[in-house]
């Protein structure tokens, strides 16, 4: 079962991103330092970066039953950020979201981890999770809002790559079990 390319909640419209989008997604997140800072993926330095992601994510897409999706606001169209979900099998999905920095503070990430809850469920995912930076207290208090608890057995590390390039650190991994067959 797909999920579907596109859908609202109360204030936001999500949709698969396509190519038309590469700039819009460069100026307003993706080139910006201080929104990439606590990310697992280099911030884009030129819009080939955000090319090759609206490639990779045309294939996951194609792959998987759902994949990236860009947050806009349902009341302008304006474009907020980006979440999605990355499949590590048919019942196994890690999320993550990323918004513009005017953006923040609004409880856009609560209500787009949400829906990619919603999404997960709606498509088979039994197990969701979600890495974060130790430092970055407000994704602790959004994943924990929606239900995701830290996965104090795991003690793993992963490179952030606006910190500190080719370094893997110590991260933190929450986890929303979704099938009790799965936790």
């Not at 999920?3 to 700039?23: G, H, I, K, Q």
């Not at 469920?121 to 999770?129: D, F, M």
Request: glycine share 8%.
């Amino acid at each position: 079962m797909k999920a579907p390319r596109r859908f609202d909640t109360a204030r936001l419209t999500l949709v698969s991103p396509n190519a038309s989008d590469s700039a819009e997604v460069f100026q307003r997140y993706a080139s910006d330092p201080e929104v990439t800072r606590f990310l697992g993926w280099p911030r884009h330095r030129t819009i080939a970066d955000t090319d090759a992601f609206l490639k990779f994510s045309d294939a996951e897409w194609e792959r998987w039953p759902a994949g990236p999706y860009l947050l806009r606001s349902r009341a302008d169209n304006q474009l907020l950020g980006a979440t999605g979900l990355g499949f590590e099998s048919a019942e196994k999905a890690i999320t993550g979201y990323v918004l513009a920095r005017d953006a923040w503070g609004q409880g856009y990430a609560t209500e787009a981890l949400r829906a990619m809850v919603d999404v997960a469920r709606g498509v088979g995912v039994g197990r969701l999770s979600a890495l974060c930076h130790p430092q970055n207290l407000a994704s602790w208090r959004v994943l924990e809002k929606c239900g995701f608890a830290r996965d104090g057995h795991w003690s793993g590390q992963t490179e952030f790559p606006n910190i500190a390039p080719g370094v893997r650190d110590d991260a933190l991994r929450y986890v929303l079990v979704l099938d009790s067959r799965l936790s």
